[in-house]
């Protein structure tokens, strides 16, 4: 199967989707072309059911005011003159992060913390500079320019956000109490997928054999994919006030114990690039009942193997679909070269709930780029589909084990994106998600959050 370009956010902007969603754009400076600002609430949205009160962490830090100075725009996205990573993708609170910076003069520096905050979708928690220099050779070999330090940091995913003259970059960066698996036990955690995106470039995905560091600048970086792409589904998380704890997979890769006892986890967007030992982690946490959900496609579905003397590196094996469909029910398909409707297969499925979904209602647009179908012989409920040019049928899923675990494939990599407003096209262009597709699949991803944390 040739590898696809990734599906992503082209930028994050106003806030205006019906779902509550972040919109496609740019700076406040730099107006998205055809942006809209629509006239539901996007507190609330046309077909978003009221928050119910929520105690703790996570719902007290939204209800800090947000701030929309995170967002890149294309221009600076695309602009020459910067690059840069982090020397660690978590952390502890108050850790040091060393950044290796490339470029020439004084970099302002901010720290965004992703999450609903009324809709803004971030908040800045720190500020300062660094100093970038034109380094020399590949990016593993940079000297650092500077560190960050976390001290006072809530838990959460950051993306820092790096200016230099008419130059943006982000660096992702999470910050975690999982230091042991005691800290996730009874919360929900939510993975995010730096080995992914190290992995997957413009260009493509790395194939089997190619080795692959995080000492490396990300498609992150630009403002286009990675983090940035999942960036609403973070929102959505959060907008539930649900109690998280964020995980990364290098992080699990390294220590697969940190999700034990976990009331469910959450896989956010893009995921492909698993070990073994990720793998078997996830299923022993499922068969012991914890709730699991993967909010893009083909996910797990490439096995990789850390180097031994660098758990920042790794090397690209073979497509494991079986060992895949072991975990989700389903297994990646043919890649969509454009865009189609997922057509509504069980409206009073209870993750459709609260959003007047009808029998064989089209979501325009949301399914694209990598795509699943049904693997599982048994217990699969397909919830809504899509009949595909390769004469596959793609597949939205939900899964009951036999532990009681519940397991939700969303099937096309289309979801984040979709929740977060805008994706892009193969020929990275950028395209509006349909206003009705984003609120459902917004809607949905809440709905699913809020059940799998119920105990």
């Known amino acids: 199967m040739p590898s696809p370009r990734l599906l992503a956010v082209a930028a994050l902007v106003a806030l205006g989707g019906l779902a509550g969603g972040i919109g496609a754009g740019g700076d406040a400076s730099e107006p998205a072309s055809g942006a809209q600002q629509h006239s539901s609430d996007v507190r609330g949205g046309r077909v978003g059911k009221p928050a119910a009160p929520v105690a703790g962490a996570v719902a007290a830090e939204n209800q800090r005011p947000g701030d929309r100075g995170w967002r890149i725009g294309p221009a600076r996205g695309s602009a020459q003159g910067l690059a840069a990573y982090a020397g660690a993708v978590s952390v502890a609170p108050g850790a040091s992060v060393p950044l290796y910076l490339k470029g020439n003069g004084t970099v302002r520096t901010r720290a965004f913390r992703l999450g609903w905050y009324g809709g803004a979708g971030a908040r800045q928690v720190w500020e300062g500079t660094l100093e970038a220099t034109p380094q020399s050779g590949a990016a593993p070999t940079w000297t650092s ?115 034990s006892g976990a009331k469910a986890v959450l896989v956010d967007g893009d995921s492909r690039y698993w070990t073994a030992k990720m793998r078997g982690a996830v299923r022993s946490a499922v068969a012991g009942g914890t709730d699991l959900a993967f909010f893009g496609a083909d996910s797990a579905g490439v096995t990789t193997a850390l180097d031994p003397t660098d758990v920042r590196t790794f090397t690209v094996g073979s497509p494991a679909p079986t060992a895949a469909a072991r975990l989700t029910g389903s297994v990646g398909t043919c890649t969509s070269s454009g865009r189609t409707g997922l057509t509504v297969s069980d409206p009073s499925w209870w993750g459709f709930a609260g959003g007047s979904v009808e029998p064989g209602e089209v979501l325009k647009g949301l399914v694209s780029g990598r795509l699943d179908r049904v693997a599982a012989s048994s217990g699969v409920e397909v919830v809504g589909s899509a009949e595909l040019g390769c004469g596959d049928t793609q597949a939205t899923t939900s899964l009951k084990r036999p532990s009681g675990a519940q397991i939700f494939t969303a099937g096309t990599a289309a979801w984040a994106c979709t929740v977060s407003g805008a994706c892009t096209d193969s020929a990275g262009q950028r395209v509006k998600a349909n206003a009705r597709a984003q609120e459902v699949a917004a809607l949905v991803t809440r709905n699913v959050v809020e059940a799998f944390a119920k105990p």
């Open 145 to 259: 320019t500077g560190s960050i330090d976390t001290t006072g940091w809530p838990e959460g995913t950051y993306l820092i956000r790096l200016d230099l003259n008419k130059a943006s970059r982000y660096v992702p960066l999470t910050v975690t109490s999982a230091g042991s698996g005691a800290a996730s036990a009874g919360r929900v955690v939510v993975l995010t997928s730096p080995m992914t995106w190290a992995a997957t470039t413009r260009d493509g995905s790395a194939a089997k054999g190619r080795k692959v560091t995080l000492n490396h600048p990300s498609a992150t970086g630009s403002g286009g994919g990675g983090l940035v792409a999942d960036a609403g589904l973070i929102a959505q998380i959060e907008r539930t006030g649900t109690d998280v704890v964020y995980l990364t997979d290098a992080g699990l890769a390294a220590d697969p114990e940190l999700i």
